[in-house]
């Protein structure tokens, strides 16, 4: 295009809601750790790894030789029917009560879901709660539909369902509650039985509705998470993913709602994509359909990270002391570090470290890119750090923790 | 779900946009159309027959074995570099003045196109204007952001451009400007160059973009289409798609857009479904590099589809005879059968044809499922009928016009 076109292209032309939409914060710092030499803690990237290209090169010449054309086709808005049925299993599995197919929608990604149940309940002006910090994929698809946002902090039990309960009496009124409460994204936080039962029973008494983000739900380490929320309140929409487990760039989600719901998703998931790739539904309901073969795949992807999360957590605790608040994570990707302020500490300001830690070519996300209000953060989510332990193996996490170590010494 | 909880669902929970959201005529209508006996000129999809299994399964087996995990990763929200690359070179050709990669979104089939489009560009009560009959796909799209929609009645060339012309010195002003100009969903129709150029003129005049939805480009049966509208002027976005040309069912599709705007598009992207598959975005990229392989295959579609198109045509022809208007279709899937009312013709209501039709084991779609306004249509959209002859061989498609001379008898 020539550039004097773009001068035509000026904001007035945009639709409101996207018209103050700022640049990914993440997306600016991704190109920065893309440099060769940087070890980054700052991706949420499963291991190449830990991604079976054998097993789905079999799976895909298998499918492409014995159903032919018919992988290539349109199909239906809903999902493909196998793949709905095998994630139906899933989740009657982990709720503990029926989940039939019908209930079950795929979406192109989990992320897309998020897209629709946006699209589908938010009016302008609605309030939605989510955890801060919080999956920062969330707050971007929910702002395109212009909620107020409304965030509550957390600790290593996630989101402080107590302050939740302060604000609903003091008169807060959410539409919706968004939080991913196993192993969450950014902070690595697990949300107890116990919790789970009172946000539900919060769900019931004030008549919101629980988004349950649960993409992480199979990456436990040693035991598996408590049962979801959605099997404490029937307000609960749940939404799963299959990147996490066989393969990110497939693309492939679903989400779990009410027939009401449902069909409203449905709709405006017809206007947004048609449906979600028929072959790659396809190719993951031929892989994961093997039982057997999946749950050993899972089982070595548990092992790998639960060794890298030892192995950075420990090189953490071991490198800054007591200047850090760490909590070792049960499962997920993730680990988030609290920098301590008080006296006799030097508190480090997690974006200053950032610049210094740049320069001694290691990476992470500082809390405030998570936070919920980006001009005023809570103090809990300012002072942290998202990082990744899932990407590189223990020795480059112990080397990455060496550099981030000298980088705060850089910063006297 | 126990049935208790599906009465918590009212209509009060759903955004304003998707309240009033009315069913799918063609989803309702492709469930009835999908009982064995019944042959379907209703559908829009490909024959099974074109979609390149075997060449896609050595492609697969290739890219896995030879890239490994990589293409089963997260990749970037603007499509992989391979096949912006590749869409650049074919939109250069096609315009005639240079596309670069950059300027190449990838996106989720160019269905994702329209919501991505809709999402940047229109604010609610914002005029959009379209052809009437119109892509319902856009219609829906475009609908969840509450658009004030015109429609603008078609001839054999497309959109009436003098009736557009007529309404903006009237003071219509459009934001958009939405059509397939080649090779029509659902009319059929092919505008010519001339008319291409009164309505870039128009755009450059008045102010207003135009969205030039071309799927059905590759799809000419004896001369390539005239250049794009893009080709004319600077306020034109392009929409393009691999659905016609390898699978559907691969869901991959692009848009070309000036700077200013492919940011924001960017953006809003990443918060709908972080970006599309990365495998299939190399799967297609993969076969489609191979040019001479490609045009093969094209060549053979073409071939296919025009006999199609001729078989469709003349049997309509000898079989309602001057009761329909009918144009011979130059490319693309489908044809526009407008039912003549008139001194001695008792003029068939295609609602009403369609209801004995289906008693007779055949199906299409009547032009008022595509009205711009369905409450009160355009006469010359609730006359027609979009039949396409794509799905079913020459043989068929004369058996399902038979079954129609018989079913339009039952009016009597």
Redesign the interface.
């Known amino acids: ?2 550039s ?3 001068a ?3 904001d007035p ?6 018209r103050g ?1 700022e ?2 914060v993440i ?1 600016d710092l991704l190109a920065l750790t893309a440099r060769p030499n940087v070890i980054s803690l700052a991706g949420g ?2 291991d ?2 830990a ?4 097993w ?2 079999e799976c ?2 298998q499918l ?2 014995q159903e ?8 239906t ?1 809903e999902g493909d029917p196998l793949l709905r049925a095998l994630i139906a299993q899933w989740e009657s599995d982990w709720c503990g009560h029926h ?1 039939s197919a019908d ?1 079950v929608l795929v979406t ?2 989990s ?2 879901a998020l ?1 629709l149940l946006a ?5 302008p002006g ?1 309030v939605v709660v989510t955890t801060d910090p919080a999956y920062l ?1 969330a707050l ?2 929910m ?3 212009e909620p107020k946002l409304v965030g509550i902090g957390e600790d290593v039990d996630g989101m402080r369902v107590d302050l939740l309960a302060e604000a609903l009496s003091g008169g807060l009124r959410p ?1 919706l509650v968004y939080l991913t409460p196993t192993f969450a994204n950014p902070s690595g936080s697990m949300m107890p039985f116990g919790r789970r039962k009172e946000l539900a029973a919060l769900a019931d008494q004030y008549g919101f ?1 629980i988004l349950e983000d649960d993409a992480y739900r199979q990456l436990y380490f040693t035991d598996p998470p408590p049962a979801p929320i959605a099997s404490l309140s ?2 609960v929409v749940r939404l799963g993913s299959f ?1 996490k487990v ?6 492939v989600g679903w989400v779990v709602a ?4 449902r ?2 998703l449905i ?2 998931k ?11 539904q396809r190719l993951l309901h031929a892989a994961a359909k093997d039982a057997p073969r999946l749950a050993e795949h899972l089982g070595r992807t548990r092992v790998m990270y639960a060794e890298r999360a030892t192995a950075l957590t420990e090189a953490l605790r071991a490198g800054f002391g007591d200047r850090i608040e760490l909590a070792t994570p049960q499962g997920g990707m993730f680990c988030w570090v609290t920098f301590r302020d008080g006296p006799g500490l030097a508190g480090i300001r997690p974006d200053a470290l950032l610049a210094t830690a740049l320069k001694r070519n290691v990476a992470f996300v500082p809390g405030g890119a998570f936070a919920v209000d980006r001009i005023s953060p809570l103090a809990s989510t300012a002072r942290g750090a998202r990082m990744c332990f899932a990407t590189s193996p223990p020795e480059l996490l112990r080397e990455a923790v060496e550099r981030l170590v000298l980088a705060s010494g850089d910063l006297r």
């Open positions: 295009m020539a004097s076109a773009s035509q292209w000026q032309l945009l639709a409101r809601r996207v939409m640049s990914s997306r990237l499963p190449a790894a991604l079976p290209a054998a789905l090169r895909a010449d492409l030789r032919g054309p018919v992988v290539l086709q349109y199909s808005t989940v209930d192109s990604g992320q897309q897209d699209k589908v309940l938010v009016d609605d994929g971007q698809a702002h395109l539909f539409k509705v029937e307000r990147s066989l393969g990110p760039g497939l693309r009410p027939p009401a719901l069909d409203a709709r405006a017809q206007a947004t994509d048609l449906h979600t790739s028929t072959f790659t």
